[in-house]
């Protein structure tokens, strides 16, 4: 079993229930971890073999560009579709930050975080 990780992607978007969130936006980080098994392509060093952080960073690419009021939801879509498109992984953390959110504070970033096992 291995390990990949995507941390810090950055991106500005308009989730949130507030009608300021979803007109003007929020900028926001979302952290990627997956589990795959990792000997074949640690072995062959063939693309085809792995999990692609390019496409992981896709995924969350176009996921974000989809307007949701929770980040729970869009944490659950972009599982979904790493499960959907990648085979090969096991499990699947993601996190999802909006930063300086507005709860009348100066708060620095809240973070949801979803843990899901591909289902057997």
């Known amino acids: 079993m291995g390990i990949i990780r995507i941390n810090n992607i950055r ?3 308009n989730h949130g229930c507030l009608k300021e969130e979803m007109l003007i936006g929020s900028d926001y980080r979302v952290d990627i971890e997956v589990h795959a098994n990792l000997s074949k392509p640690a072995q062959s060093d063939k693309l ?3 999990v692609d952080y390019v496409h992981l960073n896709k995924i969350v690419l176009e996921e974000m560009a989809v ?3 929770l ?3 869009v944490a659950k879509r972009i599982i979904n ?3 959907l498109e990648l085979s090969t992984v096991d499990k699947a953390q993601v996190e999802v930050s909006k930063i300086n959110p ?3 504070g100066d708060v620095e970033n809240v973070t949801v975080i979803l843990k899901v096992e591909r289902p057997k």
Do not use: Y
């Open 11 to 13: 991106v500005h978007s």
């Open 48 to 50: 085809n073999e792995t």
């Open 67 to 69: 307007r949701s009021n």
């Open 71 to 73: 980040l729970e939801h």
């Open 81 to 83: 579709r790493i499960f």
């Open 102 to 104: 507005p709860i009348g």
